[in-house]
């Protein structure tokens, strides 16, 4: 008895562990309310680690007294959030980012089409998406939401590798039976059955689930979007994600192709393709009817900053969607954007923002780097926050990681003014620990 007992005492021991440092985390939304009530900050605050999940936060004092049995691991002045929320990426691109001088349709067919057309080979996939998640993890993102290639050994490359890391991923196979080379196109038939045999098998699976994958508009028939609008309503668990209206030109050649729709949206909307669940990427040129149905239907807008000026598809109204009520997230679009870092992300929606007249305060760009992400994927109770019952997907910021960010922070009076300066000028240097379900990556 008295063996049992102590064995499970030192079990409870161990899988208990309290994380000191600075904390910061959101209580609501700062694009609804004023910041000072969305966003809580402890200067000396503790987040309290049990079996993978987050058990208590509050004052770094209280939970040290509470849980004296606790293994501590103070990060000093360090900022304790949840992980970043990458929510619409391309791993298979990962090898192709910052490609030189060309615009979407021409970027796809000289860069992006030729690289994906390697993952039907499957080591050549494993070893990519091992890279990609590596990487993903040194800036800090916990979560990504992936497109995989038309190819299903992608899928599998992906799912395996974030499994093997413990990561909370979606992910799909890229569907598309027109306008991409031989290679690279399924069918109507191919794409509804490797989808669904793939989502039967991965969604749920541990921390992984699926999102079923049409490519975008130009890249479908009306009859592909059709049978992947039925499959979608056969599986309501999954998430959906497609481009829209990303260029100007590319939306022209969207509605020559679906001459039956009146807008970008309703290419998917008339088969079945607008709902909750839905991730819309860059929605940058929407009409008033668009944006309208996107709010309506609870679907999301997924922000891709560094992609929409790398690319030069751009400047969002950021401030236009929020204000219609539409679900804003926060994205890489690694590689058609220039970065795997959210804190760069985060710096490019300020830019936009202020390019187009308005100034993105720190809590609203952090809120949708992770909350505002976890949210569009339908993961909010699960991961985007530091709150009991979350999973502990946490990282560690250094406010001071380069001597250009110290010396900035070093004047700052609140938090906000502490954090900026990384999220203008931060990199991978400034993640000093990553947490997945409680394990420390380093
Ligand atoms: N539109 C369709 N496919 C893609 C892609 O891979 N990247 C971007 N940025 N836009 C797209
Ligand atoms: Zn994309």
């Not at 045999?197 to 975008?216: K, Q």
């Not at 979007?225 to 499959?231: I, N, R, T």
């Not at 993961?379 to 001597?403: F, N, Q």
Request: with cysteine.
């Amino acid at each position: 008895m008295l063996e049992l007992s102590d064995a499970a005492r030192v079990g409870t021991m161990t899988a208990r562990m309290l994380i000191l440092g600075q904390t910061l985390t959101f209580a609501n939304d700062p694009f609804k309310v004023p910041v000072a009530e969305a966003a809580v900050h402890e200067p000396r605050g503790g987040v309290l680690v049990e079996d993978g999940m987050i058990a208590a936060i509050g004052l770094g004092d209280d939970l040290l007294h509470a849980h004296p049995d606790a293994t501590v691991t103070d990060m000093g002045s360090r900022l304790l959030t949840a992980g970043f929320v990458d929510s619409h990426a391309h791993y298979p691109q990962t090898a192709i980012i910052a490609s030189w001088g060309m615009r979407l349709v021409d970027w796809l067919n000289t860069y992006t089409f030729p690289e994906e057309a390697r993952f039907g080979d499957a080591d050549y996939a494993r070893e990519t998406a091992g890279r990609y998640l590596d990487l993903t993890l040194m800036n800090g993102t916990t979560t990504i939401c992936s497109y995989c290639t038309i190819h299903p050994e992608s899928v599998e490359a992906l799912f395996v590798e974030a499994r093997k890391r413990g990561l909370r991923a979606v992910a799909g196979k890229t569907c598309m039976d027109r306008n991409a080379p031989d290679d690279l196109r399924d069918t109507v038939q191919s794409s509804h059955d490797d989808s669904k045999r793939l989502l039967e098998r991965w969604h749920g699976v541990d921390r992984l689930g699926y999102a079923i994958t049409p490519r975008f508009s130009p890249t479908s028939t009306p009859e592909q979007l059709e049978a992947l609008g039925a499959l979608w309503a056969e599986h309501p668990e999954c998430l959906m994600q497609t481009h829209i209206s990303e260029q100007t030109d590319e939306v022209e050649w969207a509605l020559s192709l679906h001459p039956e729709a009146r807008d970008y949206l309703e290419t998917y909307e008339m088969h079945g393709l607008l709902g909750e669940g839905a991730l819309y990427g860059h929605a940058v040129h929407l009409t008033e009817r668009e944006r309208a149905r996107i709010a309506d239907a609870g679907a999301s807008v997924v922000h891709c900053p560094t992609s929409n000026t790398f690319i030069g598809s751009g400047l969002l109204d950021l401030a236009g969607l929020a204000a219609c009520d539409v679900r804003i997230a926060l994205a890489t679009d690694t590689g058609g954007g220039s970065s795997f870092s959210m804190l760069r992300t985060m710096a490019a929606a300020y830019e936009i923002a202020q390019l187009r007249g308005g100034a993105l305060h720190p809590a609203q760009l952090y809120w949708l780097a992770t909350s505002g992400s976890a949210r569009a994927m339908r993961l909010d109770d699960k991961i985007g926050r530091l709150a009991p019952g979350l999973e502990a997907d946490l990282i560690a910021l250094d406010l001071a990681s380069t001597p250009a960010i110290a010396q900035r922070a070093s004047r700052a009076e609140d938090i906000w003014e502490a954090l900026f300066p990384t999220i203008m000028m931060g990199d991978d240097r400034a993640i000093a620990q990553v947490w997945i379900a409680g394990r420390a990556m380093r």
